[in-house]
């Protein structure tokens, strides 16, 4: 068995696939170690400690057994192994895709995709980072199946396959279709520059793709509906999936208008008039102007630009970059994106190491070394931004931790056998991550959600400190039961235990004049005991503020 595979693995996996699948790995632990290596938890990690990540509701009837594989714990060594090892994949379909055969390409191309800032988004919610792994891998195996050479009737199983691919990968999260969309798209690029192609070809692989993307949506919009038919459940409202297909003439060009500023948005971090430029910001202006020089430069020297049906082909592909990076915006009114949708975006940059590295090869240009180096830049660049992110989550678990540590103890001190409840009033002041790191300003680069100390929710006291009350220990009882809420997007079945009620109940408590009376968190009296109920007051309430 062992010299099977030893022969498999030298004569059959070509170099290009080792080098891109070992790159990738191995770059991808080095930037991402800290947070393989260390428990940080945001606040969707709370209900998601332990779940089965059944989010049919949301669309993602696949993500349970995607998640799988790593058992539901969040296990971050385990989980992060298991995404290098999809990353991996990944990286050696997308070498296949272009066909790359430099070293220096695939290593550079590996490091642009495992250092995206997608990436260090996805990791910060690690407990589904494994699943999102393989949905990448798959979105990039469907365009690996869908070269030219394939579109014909030898290769139908080939592109039927491409189609189930793209089916389960959008059952896992959908935002990689837009992945394996812009791998195609910029893939479809490299073949008009090359103009090696008859134009019967280049349409013939277009109506390919229109068909096998069509079937493939379609199938996994039937395979959801029938999903939910037997859990007897109904869209979710996060994100306005409950409203996919629901779009009038004029959300819909809304929506486009949106996409588009958005896509410019993501290169230069915010508004850089408003709020000035940064690292990120400069890295990324220079990359569009070089994607700008090399796609024209390319178009000119190939020969595209003298044949309108080429140039017009190449003009639509650049015109459908923002829209296929942000194409749920145009599927649903009010969508918005998060940079763990937008791992897509990943793939321009690959296209244009790939661009400079063609044009050097077989025109010389001189300016394709100085691409090279920017995207090496901008792989360090992204590299120290995803440590600063996880940095930053250490310090907002620990914060919040040694909050909720003191919280559990001033209750203890209180609690004489007799409490059943506790109820939490208001919150603790904003720990806002521009109070520590003004000089970078991560909103883009991390897109995480903090874990501050407003976060003092029943998940966290129950899940991450020795919260207890001792009438439940004395007479043998478990705590109630707490209900997941709606506007979460966790599993529809998911629930956990707490002796702390719910933000309603606090609500009404903090309208009690005793309540009111009491000093705010971290007064002597800030906690207090009233009948069977432990009173947190964390801070005034709206009406005493107003």
Not at 24 to 47: C, E, M, Q, R
Not at 94 to 102: C, K, L, P, S, T
Not at 286 to 299: K, P, Q, S, W
Request: glycine letters at 6%; one cysteine or more; proline letters at 3%.
């Amino acid at each position: 068995m062992g010299s099977e595979f030893l022969t498999f693995y030298h004569k059959k996996l070509k170099k290009s696939w080792k080098l891109a699948f070992f790159s990738a790995f191995w770059i991808g632990l080095l930037v991402h170690i800290y947070k393989f290596t260390n428990l940080l938890p945001n606040h969707d990690s709370l209900y998601n400690f332990y779940s089965s990540q059944n989010m049919v509701a949301s669309g993602r009837w696949f993500l349970s057994i995607a998640c799988g594989f790593s058992s539901w714990f969040d296990l971050p060594w385990v989980i992060g192994i298991l995404s290098l090892f999809f990353m991996g994949l990944t990286a050696a379909m997308v070498a296949e895709v272009f066909q790359m055969e430099n070293p220096v390409l695939i290593i550079l191309s590996s490091a642009l995709l495992v250092s995206f800032p997608a990436i260090t988004a996805t990791m910060a919610f690690e407990f589904t980072a494994d699943g999102y792994m393989l949905s990448m891998a798959l979105a990039a195996f469907s365009t690996c199946l869908t070269r030219m050479e394939y579109i014909d009737r030898k290769h139908w199983k080939k592109l039927v396959l491409s189609g189930v691919c793209i089916c389960l990968s959008c059952g896992i999260y959908q935002a990689y279709v837009s992945f394996a969309f812009i791998l195609a798209v910029c893939y479809f690029m490299m073949e008009l520059l090359e103009n090696r192609r008859t134009d019967r070809e280049l349409w013939h692989w277009i109506a390919a793709q229109v068909l096998i993307y069509g079937c493939a949506l379609a199938a996994y919009y039937g395979i959801w509906k029938l999903c939910m038919a037997a859990a007897g459940i109904g869209a979710t409202t996060y994100l306005n999936i409950d409203q996919v297909g629901i779009m009038t003439p004029s959300q819909l060009s809304g929506a486009a208008v949106t996409a588009v500023i958005h896509f410019v948005r993501f290169f230069l971090e915010w508004n850089i008039l408003q709020h000035g430029v940064t690292v990120y910001s400069v890295l990324n202006m220079l990359f569009l102007v070089f994607f700008g020089i090399g796609l024209v430069y390319g178009a000119y020297k190939g020969g595209c630009l003298k044949r309108k049906q080429r140039a017009f082909l190449l003009l639509l592909c650049v015109a459908s970059l923002p829209f296929g990076c942000y194409i749920w915006m145009l599927t649903a009114p009010d969508v918005y994106y998060k940079t763990i949708m937008l791992q897509s975006v990943a793939v321009l940059y690959i296209f244009m190491a790939v661009l400079f590295e063609y044009l050097v090869r077989h025109t010389g240009c001189k300016a394709g070394n100085f691409a090279l180096a920017l995207l090496t830049a901008i792989v360090m660049n992204n590299s120290v931004a995803a440590n600063m992110s996880y940095t930053y989550m250490d310090l907002c678990y620990e914060k919040t931790y040694a909050a909720a540590v003191e919280l559990s103890t001033r209750i203890h001190q209180l609690d004489d056998g007799t409490q059943r409840h506790i109820v939490l009033c208001g919150n603790l002041d904003f720990w806002q991550q521009e109070d520590y790191f003004d000089h970078s300003k991560l909103r883009q680069l991390g897109a995480w959600k903090e874990l501050d100390r407003t976060i003092l929710m029943p998940q966290y006291l129950s899940l991450y400190t020795d919260l207890d009350l001792s009438y439940y220990r004395i007479h043998r009882l478990e705590h109630p039961v707490v209900k997941n809420d709606l506007n979460i997007p966790a599993p529809y079945n998911w629930e956990f235990r707490s002796p702390v009620l719910g933000s309603e109940d606090g609500k009404a408590w903090a309208k009690k004049p005793e309540v009111q009376a009491m000093p705010v968190w971290p007064a002597r009296d800030s906690v207090q005991v009233m009948g069977d109920t432990v009173v947190v007051k964390l801070s005034e309430t709206e009406e005493q503020v107003s």
